[in-house]
């Protein structure tokens, strides 16, 4: 299992990059966001990738995070989704915005991805619920894997999506919640919405009690 591969970036394609690991080239297939978000060419880059391996087939998926190559592994576990269709999620969503989606019940956001029609993305919902909390309280720290060694090229912005101390004060609210006897699922959809109008934890927080409090 080749599970990170770093070396240097020679090509960038629409779909997927050209990594020079000691003089072999690794063709690693990646979302939109992650392409963009990687810096140019001839850069040092580190990747955490999945192998998938058929009967004719060896394909390398790279991801910035750990937590975006989990949520592959658990979009592709989704009947009707493979590769391709987890990508493409994570290419418009990204990982916090899977795992927002996710605790929300947002099937429409998942539905948003090119290739992915009402009825799966309503699966990918009701089928992945129940591992948002975990896969939200590790989002804390996740930083992408750029190899920042010799000089370093200024990397392209990537693409606008939540604030990067977002997920770390939700990631802690999640916990003080979980903490406070909330079930984890009911917690994880509290925090998702409070995070609309909240960047700290305290704010977080505050906001998920009062979602979560009992209606009069």
């Given at each position: 299992?080749?599970?990170?591969?770093?070396?240097?970036?020679?090509?960038?394609?629409?779909?997927?990059?050209?990594?020079?690991?000691?003089?072999?080239?690794?063709?690693?297939?990646?979302?939109?966001?992650?392409?963009?978000?990687?810096?140019?060419?001839?850069?040092?880059?580190?990747?955490?990738?999945?192998?998938?391996?058929?009967?004719?087939?060896?394909?390398?998926?790279?991801?910035?995070?750990?937590?975006?190559?989990?949520?592959?592994?658990?979009?592709?576990?989704?009947?009707?989704?493979?590769?391709?269709?987890?990508?493409?999620?994570?290419?418009?969503?990204?990982?916090?915005?899977?795992?927002?989606?996710?605790?929300?019940?947002?099937?429409?956001?998942?539905?948003?991805?090119?290739?992915?029609?009402?009825?799966?993305?309503?699966?990918?919902?009701?089928?992945?619920?129940?591992?948002?909390?975990?896969?939200?309280?590790?989002?804390?720290?996740?930083?992408?894997?750029?190899?920042?060694?010799?000089?370093?090229?200024?990397?392209?912005?990537?693409?606008?999506?939540?604030?990067?101390?977002?997920?770390?004060?939700?990631?802690?609210?999640?916990?003080a919640l979980s903490n406070l006897?909330?079930?984890?699922?009911?917690?994880?959809?509290?925090?998702?919405?409070?995070?609309?109008?909240?960047?700290?934890?305290?704010?977080?927080?505050?906001?998920?009690?009062?979602?979560?409090?009992?209606?009069?």
């Amino acid at each position: 299992m080749i599970g990170r591969l770093t070396g240097r970036l020679d090509h960038k394609g629409e779909d997927h990059v050209l990594l020079d690991v000691n003089g072999v080239g690794y063709i690693v297939h990646c979302s939109d966001r992650t392409i963009a978000a990687l810096p140019p060419v001839r850069s040092p880059v580190a990747l955490w990738t999945e192998l998938l391996v058929r009967e004719d087939l060896l394909q390398l998926f790279g991801f910035l995070t750990l937590q975006e190559r989990e949520w592959h592994r658990l979009l592709t576990s989704v009947q009707g989704i493979g590769a391709k269709g987890s990508l493409a999620i994570l290419g418009v969503l990204g990982a916090d915005g899977v795992a927002r989606a996710i605790a929300l019940g947002d099937a429409n956001a998942v539905k948003a991805a090119p290739g992915v029609g009402p009825k799966i993305a309503l699966r990918v919902v009701n089928e992945l619920r129940g591992k948002a909390p975990a896969m939200m309280l590790k989002e804390t720290g996740a930083a992408p894997l750029i190899e920042t060694t010799g000089p370093a090229p200024s990397a392209e912005p990537a693409p606008t999506g939540e604030p990067a101390g977002l997920a770390g004060a939700q990631a802690e609210a999640l916990s003080a919640l979980s903490n406070l006897g909330y079930a984890p699922v009911d917690a994880a959809r509290a925090v998702a919405q409070a995070a609309d109008g909240a960047s700290d934890t305290a704010g977080v927080i505050r906001a998920a009690l009062k979602l979560l409090a009992p209606k009069e």
